[in-house]
């Protein structure tokens, strides 16, 4: 108990008794105690004279925050339906033998333990996993054995890593063994650019005509949904509030993109430079760079790109070198929730609180960060923006479709032989893209991650834009080989696990639903069960509080229309019921404990 | 200030600036169902029942703010299906069992049930294993038959403004955890006003129990919404 008073005390001062950054002092508190145990809760509450039920709510809330020990080494192995497909199967089994325990356990000498966690936005390097905050790729049953060796031996976790990734991968504040996978360069985002020159040209003009620039350039939010920004910058500029404030949405955590992690490796000037940019045109002078937990192995690396760029002149007093435009950035870090790519619940998490979505209105661009005006963009926008200042809005709006300009990052995994990053211009066919990464005998390509759309074969000719196929990047492609049903089904395990649990038809239809799909996967389907399973869907759909719950039937509703046939060679024919009940099953615990075998009989 | 004119399937309807759809509504005669959303309470959004369509797209009633030319449908065959179904989740997710709780007949949820006509959840029960907190000396908490709708998380709150319940955990695993402590504050007043609040049989004050017999309870009589339609 002591040393729980003392741990928080220290954390809590480290944080100046600032509730805003609990998941800043619970971070710390857990990386000296292992866990936050409810007496932990306790302090921490009473040190920030809030209610242990609140503080409890937080802890709860993030995967990375745990009540129970989770090791001195704690693994974090991916288990999205991509690591899947890339053997995750294998890599666990190969864990719980040479560790001893199965996941979701610690040893008993409290030395390893084993989790599961939602996609680590390393797809193009599958099967990944996070071990006390450093990411190990490409893993096969010998790189376990000795990582396992090593964790027994008691070695540093860095340590353990030895070949280093491409890029700023290698460089000294990062050094990880993350690869790039950078396939194919474009004209915005991976073109040549002067550091600098984007802002000093936004600051020399008045804020309304740069933010008219960009509206001009027809850019839209590249997290996936596509509101226009300069509309975005427009009507933040124009709300009321004592300060304005800019945020980076860097918690991409759509199973199957990774896009965000290549840019803040190798572009995070030019992202910090947008950042500034949107900070100029809004009247903000604080930004804040939100940064998804599983890339703190980048946060030290940002943090030196950020005091660098100060001492260039781009960030701090005097920005861009306007006299009177201050604007500086710091870094927040996530802790393990898919909703916070949301961005009102990015920013009820950014405050220090549960990352659940808010009420709208009133929007973040009128009251966001401390209730205060806050644009939140995502991290290809801000770098998207810095080339639109730079080289004007007809320069972007003459590349891509009549709804999409520019270029868009598309990250791309599953079966095909070339998985990576690819800068495309907008309008690109599914088919185009199949032929470009590789892809062989593809049934099934994930456009926009689960949330978006399972298209087969017969949608290949559809193209890649906000009119026809949007999406924010992630693009699985899935081969037929694969169980489809089975990915289905891993997507929907996941939107069950990262709903915040707030509104009903998602916290309890997304269970109802992922059972339906189970149950016609088990063979226990009739055109009943089908015909309801979509039924459902659209209920949770129709009346979900945010996108989350608004998207996350999206993996079945589509299958269901794009690959039917495969729902129904699984059903039994000319039958309007079929029973789920399994007696034997059911009566197995009770027969156990009288010791006897179940007799069914004839049932 | 001049009134605002929106319509409600059809019907013209006059709001005050400020008003939410659910407020405007009960105003002009229109029951908008709820069932999370308590007067003198922050609406929340969480149960989805008041679910209408306005310009097309669907939305909380209880969380949007009226406007000028709003075309709102409320009463239509998919928005009734779509608040039944959410009824009927609700009886899933929990242990319901109205005969022996003592708020049947007040509770909210069971009348929306026979409102909507629900006969038997077209959903497979989960019987979940849920947790009763009878610990502190006026108040107990059985939270089988608590819908996460936080009414309690947003109204009862302790003498110097510290939160007593709040949401943890998340997805399926949400549920209303609770300050213990300060749990053991709540007087006899503040557990038959927590209670009042509940609209389900989650939240009991101790000692007491079916002081009014069933049969002649508030929606014994008349069913959810009679007293906005009239």
């Given at each position: 108990?002591?040393?729980?008073?003392?741990?928080?005390?220290?954390?809590?001062?480290?944080?100046?008794?600032?509730a805003t950054?609990?998941?800043?002092?619970?971070?710390?508190?857990?990386?000296?105690?292992?866990?936050?145990?409810?007496?932990?809760?306790?302090?921490?509450?009473?040190?920030?004279?809030l209610s242990?039920v609140e503080?409890?709510g937080v802890?709860?809330f993030?995967?990375?925050?745990?009540?129970?020990?989770?090791?001195?080494?704690?693994?974090?192995?991916?288990?999205?339906?991509?690591?899947?497909?890339?053997?995750?199967?294998?890599?666990?089994?190969?864990?719980?033998?040479?560790?001893?325990?199965?996941?979701?356990?610690?040893?008993?000498?409290?030395?390893?333990?084993?989790?599961?966690?939602?996609?680590?936005?390393?797809?193009?390097?599958?099967?990944?996993?996070?071990?006390?905050?450093?990411?190990?790729?490409?893993?096969?049953?010998?790189?376990?054995?000795?990582?396992?060796?090593?964790?027994?031996?008691?070695?540093?976790?860095?340590?353990?890593?030895?070949?280093?990734?491409?890029?700023?991968?290698?460089?000294?504040?990062?050094?990880?063994?993350?690869?790039?996978?950078?396939?194919?360069?474009?004209?915005?985002?991976?073109?040549?650019?002067?550091?600098?020159?984007?802002?000093?040209?936004?600051?020399?003009?008045?804020?309304?005509?740069?933010?008219?620039?960009?509206?001009?350039?027809?850019?839209?939010?590249?997290?996936?949904?596509?509101?226009?920004?300069?509309?975005?910058?427009?009507?933040?500029?124009?709300a009321?509030g004592?300060?304005?404030?800019?945020?980076?949405?860097?918690?991409?955590?759509?199973?199957?993109?990774?896009?965000?992690?290549?840019?803040?490796?190798?572009?995070?000037?030019?992202?910090?430079?947008?950042?500034?940019?949107?900070?100029?045109?809004?009247?903000?002078?604080?930004?804040?760079?939100?940064?998804?937990?599983?890339?703190?192995?980048?946060?030290?690396?940002?943090?030196?790109?950020?005091?660098?760029?100060?001492?260039?002149?781009?960030?701090?007093?005097?920005?861009?070198?306007?006299?009177?435009?201050?604007?500086?950035?710091?870094?927040?870090?996530?802790?393990?929730?898919?909703v916070?790519?949301e961005e009102s619940a990015l920013i009820e998490s950014a405050e220090g609180k549960r990352g659940e979505p808010r009420n709208r209105p009133p929007f973040p661009v009128q009251k966001g960060y401390m209730n205060q005006p806050t644009?939140?963009?995502?991290?290809?926008?801000?770098?998207?923006?810095?080339?639109?200042?730079?080289?004007?809005?007809?320069?972007?709006?003459?590349?891509?479709?009549?709804?999409?300009?520019?270029?868009?990052?598309?990250?791309?995994?599953?079966?095909?032989?070339?998985?990576?990053?690819?800068?495309?211009?907008?309008?690109?066919?599914?088919?185009?893209?199949?032929?470009?990464?590789?892809?062989?005998?593809?049934?099934?390509?994930?456009?926009?991650?689960?949330?978006?759309?399972?298209?087969?074969?017969?949608?290949?000719?559809?193209?890649?834009?906000?009119?026809?196929?949007?999406?924010?990047?992630?693009?699985?492609?899935?081969?037929?080989?694969?169980?489809?049903?089975?990915?289905?089904?891993?997507?929907?395990?996941?939107?069950?696990?990262?709903?915040c649990g707030w509104c009903v038809p998602c916290r309890?239809?997304?269970?109802?639903?992922?059972?339906?799909?189970?149950?016609?996967?088990?063979?226990?389907?009739?055109?009943?069960?089908?015909?309801?399973?979509?039924?459902?869907?659209?209920?949770?759909?129709?009346s979900s509080r945010c996108?989350?719950g608004?998207?996350?039937?999206?993996?079945?509703?589509?299958?269901?229309?794009?690959?039917?046939?495969?729902?129904?060679?699984?059903?039994?024919?000319?039958?309007?019921?079929?029973?789920?009940?399994?007696?034997?099953?059911?009566?197995?615990?009770?027969?156990?404990?009288?010791?006897?075998?179940?007799?069914?009989?004839?049932? | 200030?001049?009134?605002?004119?929106?319509?409600?399937?059809?019907?013209?309807?006059?709001a005050k600036k400020g008003q939410t759809l659910t407020q405007a509504a009960k105003d002009?005669?229109?029951?908008i169902p709820t069932l999370c959303d308590f007067e003198g309470l922050k609406p929340a959004g969480t149960c989805r029942i008041c679910t209408v369509?306005v310009?097309?797209?669907?939305m909380a009633g209880c969380t949007t703010p009226v406007e000028?030319?709003?075309?709102?449908?409320?009463?239509?065959?998919?928005?009734?299906?779509?608040?039944?179904?959410i009824?009927?989740?609700?009886?899933?997710?929990?242990?319901?069992?109205?005969?022996?709780?003592?708020?049947?007949?007040?509770?909210e949820l069971?009348?929306?049930?026979?409102?909507?006509?629900?006969?038997?959840?077209?959903?497979?029960?989960?019987?979940?294993?849920?947790?009763?907190?009878?610990?502190?000396?006026?108040?107990?908490?059985?939270?089988?038959?608590c819908i996460q709708c936080l009414r309690c998380v947003r109204g009862v709150k302790t003498s110097d403004d510290k939160a007593i319940f709040g949401l943890v955990?998340r997805?399926?695993?949400a549920n209303i955890g609770i300050d213990?402590?300060a749990?053991?504050?709540?007087?006899?007043?503040q557990?038959?006003k927590a209670m009042d609040l509940c609209p389900v049989?989650a939240i009991?004050?101790?000692?007491?129990?079916?002081?009014?017999?069933?049969?002649?309870?508030?929606?014994?009589?008349?069913?959810?919404?009679?007293?906005?339609?009239?």
């Amino acid at each position: 108990m002591g040393n729980i008073v003392d741990v928080v005390k220290k954390s809590v001062a480290k944080y100046n008794s600032d509730a805003t950054q609990l998941l800043d002092i619970i971070r710390d508190v857990q990386a000296e105690l292992g866990c936050v145990t409810d007496d932990t809760i306790a302090q921490i509450a009473n040190a920030l004279n809030l209610s242990t039920v609140e503080v409890e709510g937080v802890v709860s809330f993030y995967h990375f925050f745990s009540k129970k020990p989770v090791g001195k080494y704690s693994v974090y192995l991916n288990n999205s339906a991509v690591a899947v497909m890339m053997g995750r199967g294998a890599i666990a089994k190969a864990f719980e033998t040479e560790v001893g325990c199965s996941f979701g356990n610690t040893t008993s000498d409290g030395n390893i333990g084993l989790f599961d966690t939602s996609c680590i936005g390393m797809n193009d390097q599958e099967p990944a996993a996070i071990i006390n905050d450093v990411v190990f790729t490409n893993l096969t049953a010998d790189t376990v054995k000795s990582i396992v060796a090593d964790m027994k031996a008691g070695k540093e976790v860095k340590a353990m890593v030895s070949d280093l990734g491409d890029g700023k991968n290698q460089s000294e504040l990062v050094k990880t063994m993350v690869k790039n996978n950078i396939q194919q360069k474009g004209e915005v985002l991976f073109a040549d650019y002067e550091i600098g020159s984007a802002l000093k040209k936004a600051a020399s003009m008045d804020a309304s005509a740069l933010i008219s620039e960009v509206k001009e350039s027809n850019l839209r939010g590249r997290g996936g949904a596509g509101f226009p920004t300069g509309m975005k910058w427009g009507f933040c500029k124009d709300a009321e509030g004592e300060k304005h404030y800019v945020v980076c949405n860097a918690d991409e955590g759509e199973p199957g993109t990774f896009k965000d992690r290549v840019i803040l490796t190798e572009l995070p000037e030019m992202l910090f430079e947008g950042m500034a940019i949107g900070g100029y045109a809004v009247g903000a002078e604080e930004g804040i760079l939100y940064l998804r937990a599983e890339y703190l192995y980048l946060k030290e690396y940002l943090e030196k790109v950020i005091e660098d760029l100060k001492t260039k002149g781009v960030l701090g007093a005097n920005a861009g070198g306007k006299s009177g435009f201050n604007f500086d950035i710091k870094i927040k870090m996530g802790a393990g929730a898919y909703v916070c790519g949301e961005e009102s619940a990015l920013i009820e998490s950014a405050e220090g609180k549960r990352g659940e979505p808010r009420n709208r209105p009133p929007f973040p661009v009128q009251k966001g960060y401390m209730n205060q005006p806050t644009t939140v963009n995502n991290v290809e926008t801000y770098c998207s923006a810095t080339q639109v200042v730079l080289k004007g809005a007809s320069w972007y709006a003459g590349m891509g479709t009549d709804q999409s300009k520019g270029t868009k990052l598309l990250s791309v995994s599953g079966d095909c032989t070339k998985p990576g990053i690819y800068e495309i211009v907008w309008g690109m066919s599914i088919k185009e893209m199949l032929d470009m990464v590789g892809a062989k005998d593809t049934m099934a390509v994930v456009v926009g991650g689960p949330s978006g759309n399972i298209i087969s074969e017969a949608e290949f000719g559809r193209k890649i834009c906000f009119s026809d196929l949007a999406t924010g990047g992630s693009m699985i492609v899935i081969d037929k080989s694969r169980d489809l049903l089975k990915i289905v089904h891993n997507f929907m395990d996941f939107f069950v696990e990262e709903s915040c649990g707030w509104c009903v038809p998602c916290r309890a239809g997304n269970v109802l639903v992922t059972n339906k799909l189970e149950k016609i996967m088990n063979g226990n389907g009739s055109e009943t069960d089908l015909n309801e399973l979509d039924e459902w869907c659209s209920i949770v759909k129709g009346s979900s509080r945010c996108g989350l719950g608004q998207t996350s039937p999206n993996p079945i509703q589509t299958t269901i229309k794009n690959f039917r046939p495969v729902y129904e060679a699984l059903l039994q024919k000319g039958v309007d019921f079929v029973s789920e009940f399994d007696m034997e099953a059911s009566v197995q615990e009770s027969c156990k404990v009288v010791g006897r075998t179940p007799n069914l009989g004839d049932h | 200030m001049s009134d605002i004119k929106f319509s409600i399937d059809n019907k013209e309807c006059t709001a005050k600036k400020g008003q939410t759809l659910t407020q405007a509504a009960k105003d002009n005669g229109v029951y908008i169902p709820t069932l999370c959303d308590f007067e003198g309470l922050k609406p929340a959004g969480t149960c989805r029942i008041c679910t209408v369509s306005v310009n097309g797209r669907n939305m909380a009633g209880c969380t949007t703010p009226v406007e000028e030319g709003m075309k709102v449908e409320n009463s239509t065959p998919v928005l009734d299906g779509m608040r039944k179904a959410i009824v009927e989740i609700l009886f899933v997710e929990g242990n319901h069992f109205c005969p022996s709780c003592e708020k049947s007949g007040n509770c909210e949820l069971q009348a929306l049930g026979y409102r909507y006509q629900m006969m038997v959840p077209r959903f497979p029960f989960s019987f979940p294993i849920r947790n009763i907190e009878a610990a502190a000396p006026n108040v107990m908490i059985d939270t089988n038959r608590c819908i996460q709708c936080l009414r309690c998380v947003r109204g009862v709150k302790t003498s110097d403004d510290k939160a007593i319940f709040g949401l943890v955990d998340r997805g399926d695993k949400a549920n209303i955890g609770i300050d213990t402590a300060a749990a053991a504050t709540i007087t006899g007043d503040q557990a038959q006003k927590a209670m009042d609040l509940c609209p389900v049989g989650a939240i009991l004050k101790k000692e007491v129990g079916f002081i009014v017999p069933i049969g002649e309870r508030k929606y014994d009589k008349k069913p959810i919404g009679s007293e906005i339609e009239g």
